[in-house]
């Protein structure tokens, strides 16, 4: 398993300025995935990031408004750009267990509320 | 990737058994079937992945019947504790495959 931790857990930004959150796996780990889930809502993929290479962002995510850095296997980080309150959501990574089974463990997730 | 269908809520007692079914009719053959469970304020949790017939584990049981194109969560004599969202997702057990979550079925449990 791996142990998965986030900062800050929460936030409150004004419109217009960035925020950057931070996701720390206790592990080595060759992918990390973002994630965003609006009040009440489910889950979606940002992007995939993969150490050494350039992240890969889903239809709907762009790296200008949330660019994505991965120095290194235990470490990535998400910036959410020129926040709008729309913007306003709970931040997740997750990284994949490569010991057979391939599920994910999550981060507890940073909660956003741009205003 | 194959599109689930979940009930929206699903309502229980404690003590009671609760099974959530999922529709996934376009699933692939390299498909594999995940639940996840998600309190509130925290990142979803792993909770039972299977393939084929039935699997269980100390948490929950999966059926899946041998056409495979939907598939039941049990969950025996719920608790309080139980109370949360719970997913259904379908895709390929590859290494790097990032998780598609559909909306879930979120399960209330009263005393």
């Known amino acids: 398993s791996a142990v998965i931790s986030q900062k800050p857990s929460r936030d409150i930004c004004q419109r217009g300025t960035s925020l950057t959150i931070q996701c720390q796996v206790d592990s080595q780990v060759t992918m990390m995935f973002w994630y965003r889930q609006q009040p009440g809502q489910s889950l979606t993929l940002i992007a995939t990031a993969n150490q050494g290479s350039e992240a890969t962002y889903e239809s709907g995510f762009v790296i200008d408004k949330f660019p994505i850095s991965r120095p290194n296997l235990t470490f990535s980080t998400l910036t959410v750009s020129n926040l709008s309150p729309e913007d306003s959501s709970i931040y997740l990574c997750?990284?994949?267990?490569?010991?057979?089974?391939?599920?994910?463990?999550f981060g507890p997730g940073t909660r956003l509320t741009v205003t | 990737l194959a599109k689930t269908t979940q009930p929206i809520s699903m309502d229980s007692y404690e003590g009671q058994e609760v099974n959530i079914t999922c529709s996934h009719n376009n699933i692939a053959t390299n498909d594999y079937i995940t639940w996840y469970q998600q309190f509130p304020s925290q990142g979803p949790r792993f909770i039972i992945q299977g393939y084929k017939t039935k699997v269980t584990n100390e948490v929950a049981s999966l059926f899946i019947p041998a056409d495979r194109k939907s598939s039941t969560l049990s969950l025996p004599r719920v608790s309080l504790s139980d109370t949360a969202v719970y997913y259904c997702l379908v895709g390929d057990d590859q290494a790097g495959t990032a998780l598609i979550f559909g909306k879930g079925t979120t399960l209330s449990v009263s005393s």
């Open positions: 997750s990284v994949e267990d490569l010991q057979g089974s391939y599920e994910q463990y």
